[in-house]
């Protein structure tokens, strides 16, 4: 399975942009890019996903580099509800096979400072 | 909302005892997932199931076992608990819109004492 790279925490100040990266350098062709958010004592949620080109939804923008090699989540004005832990991962729509294992890792802690 | 929902919420168990968790789904989605999420481990796929009767094993399989008898179903056992299954346990389910979204439950926290 195509693995994903992210640091295990940032830290961004309230009501200001935040980047959170992750590379993929081996993602094929087929690959979505998914990322998830797990707030405290919760399930992890998800956030957005993309293919190519670049994403926005209410939530974030997803911003894929053109040999899709990395991507990155963007919040653009953190707020303290947004301290979370950001999983970024591949997905591959498999053609009917039963093999979609789901790997997740660590993702990125984010802390907000006030 | 995918319509899952996990049971027990929350056990406190002795260590050698059988525990069974269920995950419950309504929207008879095929694939369903089993992870445990440990300090400093992130999210561990335990093990998998795509479809009634046909599972497969995740990261961490060792210690589980798990059956898909319904689609709406899956089940989680720990044949003979030990505390280092002490964990919360989260069912995920795979949805079949653009991507594949991931759906989760609210989790099963698990004491194995």
């Known amino acids: 399975d195509a693995k994903t790279t992210q640091p295990n925490s940032m830290e961004s100040n309230e009501e200001e942009p935040v980047h959170l990266p992750c590379n993929h350098s081996t993602i094929s062709g087929t690959d979505y890019i998914h990322w998830y958010r797990q707030l405290p004592s919760q399930g992890p949620e998800y956030v957005i996903h993309?293919?190519?080109s670049n994403v926005n939804n209410r939530m974030a923008s997803l911003a894929i580099a053109e040999d899709r090699k990395s991507s990155t989540l963007i919040l653009h004005r953190a707020t303290l509800r947004d301290a979370a832990v950001y999983y970024c991962?591949?997905?591959?729509?498999?053609?009917?096979?039963?093999?979609?294992?789901?790997?997740f890792g660590k993702g990125t802690r984010l802390h907000i400072l006030p | 909302d995918a319509g899952i929902t996990q049971s027990p919420r929350h056990k406190v168990t002795e260590t050698g005892t059988p525990v069974t968790l269920r995950c419950h789904q309504t929207e008879n989605h095929r694939y369903m997932y089993w992870y445990r999420q440990d300090p400093g481990h992130g999210l561990r796929l335990i093990h998998y199931?795509?479809?009634?009767?046909?599972?497969d094993k995740g990261e961490v399989s060792d210690g589980y076992s798990v059956s898909r008898s319904k689609t709406e179903d899956f089940l989680l056992t720990l044949e003979s608990a030990t505390s280092s299954q002490t964990s919360v346990y989260f069912c995920?389910?795979?949805?079949?819109?653009?991507?594949?979204?991931?759906?989760f439950g609210e989790g099963s926290w698990l004491t194995v004492v």
């Open positions: 995920a389910i795979k949805g079949t819109t653009s991507g594949n979204t991931i759906y």
């Open positions: 199931s795509y479809g009634v009767k046909d599972t």
């Open positions: 993309g293919l190519t």
């Open positions: 991962i591949l997905r591959d729509v498999p053609l009917g096979g039963r093999d979609d294992k789901i790997i």
